[in-house]
């Protein structure tokens, strides 16, 4: 059951993230071929190596307005904990719980709005922070980021 639920957040979430690369052209996608025809891919070599085709389902104004807001709330929640990041990494501190819920966001947005690779997203916070950051280690972020979104989107 929790299979189901967490692939329709991310479905959710990529449909979220088309909506958003399209808003700036209305309010929202104004039908769903339009929307398949935005996320379609474009050829830069400076930015992508390959352009890959996103299929993404159709969302609504409504049920991607609800996703803004859950992201609003995740964005808020993840900046009240920065600055116990930022004494954590001073200090030299471990503490992956923290690293997790501060980094949620930042994760989410990168990957799901700007369409960026886990190997991208782990290469440029590793760079950020000063600590070793793996793919891995930021596909773990973003389950637990479309977890606190699933909970949102649920309440």
Sequence with gaps: MSD???RDVKVKLA???AWT???GKGQGCSSP???LINSAPFCDS???RYARYQQVEYISDEEALE???AMATLKHYSARLDVALGHMLEHELEDDNLLICVLMYAVLVRHYRYDESFSR???DLTKAL???ITDVKVKAIMERGAGFIEALLMA
């Design 4 to 6: 189901v639920i967490d």
């Design 15 to 17: 449909s979220w993230g």
């Design 21 to 23: 690369r399209d808003i």
């Design 33 to 35: 071929a339009q929307m």
């Design 46 to 48: 400076k930015v992508k």
């Design 67 to 69: 996703v803004e807001r």
């Design 121 to 123: 997203i782990a290469k």
């Design 130 to 132: 000063g600590k070793k």
